[in-house]
């Protein structure tokens, strides 16, 4: 299934002349264990008031999120040819409510963690079941309002909270640990009273094994080591990968790499 989202993903990038194939490439594991192994979704009951949610807080890797969910059911596989159309549902960055499964708006950077706390804190004053999962970005810890949130949701004991940071070392401009110092980011979770953890970010039974234990004490902080531009050579660990589409002869070559029986 991972093989088969990121065929998608360098697809849709090339059809949509959309960025961030990269970013997108680097989370594709962390979805795919989300959506197929751990959280609790049904897609004939997208608003399910006891459902996981799931937010990908790093909206700019919207296209991997996309396959996931025409994958999973939530929307036929073949409305991804609409990915980064003008008026499309299926916009660069995720937007809400426009298709189901996607519980927020995200894309700006540093917010989704605190919609996480907010919609943790409101499941279980309701007295209602499910966990909130948040994917951030590393270089998405370079904003406040994610550690204004990871303050936050310690103190108010959410353990129904999981935030996985997918640890890729590349953000927009450089190495994200030339721009501003996160590590040991481990440890800094820690620090603001987290259950913190560090995985192989493309390791699928690592991560199901991590998400699908949470504390009883706290919320889960998940350091998910991951590779920018994962499973595609010559687009792995390149910043230019970015910002840069791939072109016809990039997609031909990626899709070879990621050879499988897909139409």
């Not at 804190?121 to 209602?128: F, I, N």
């Not at 721009?179 to 970010?201: C, S």
Request: proline share 6%; charged share 25%.
């Amino acid at each position: 299934m991972a093989t088969r989202i990121r065929r998608h993903v360098v697809r849709l990038s090339h059809s949509g002349r959309a960025p961030h194939v990269g970013s997108a490439l680097s989370c594709v594991d962390i979805l795919v264990a989300l959506y197929f192994r751990v959280a609790q979704l049904d897609p004939a009951r997208p608003r399910d008031p006891g459902r996981d949610r799931v937010i990908l807080s790093k909206g700019h890797a919207a296209a991997a999120l996309y396959a996931c969910l025409a994958e999973r059911g939530f929307l036929p596989v073949e409305r991804l040819a609409e990915f980064a159309a003008e008026g499309s549902a299926l916009a660069e960055h995720p937007s809400y409510p426009t298709l189901p499964g996607i519980e927020c708006t995200t894309g700006s950077l540093g917010h989704g963690l605190g919609i996480g706390a907010g919609m943790a804190t409101g499941m279980r004053l309701a007295g209602r079941p499910g966990r909130v999962f948040v994917v951030v970005s590393d270089g998405e810890c370079n904003e406040g309002s994610t550690w204004e949130a990871a303050l936050w949701a310690p103190a108010q004991r959410l353990t129904n909270l999981c935030c996985i940071v997918d640890a890729n070392g590349l953000q927009a401009t450089g190495r994200t640990a030339q721009i501003t110092r996160i590590e040991p980011l481990v440890g800094k979770w820690r620090e603001f009273g987290w259950n913190a953890l560090e995985v192989d970010g493309h390791d699928l039974d690592a991560l199901v094994l991590a998400l699908s234990s949470p504390d009883e004490e706290r919320p889960t902080a998940i350091v998910a080591r991951t590779t920018k531009g994962k499973g595609v050579s010559f687009m792995e660990d390149d910043i230019e990968w970015h910002y840069r589409p791939p072109s016809q002869e990039d997609l031909l070559r990626a899709l070879a790499e990621l050879a499988e029986d897909m139409p």
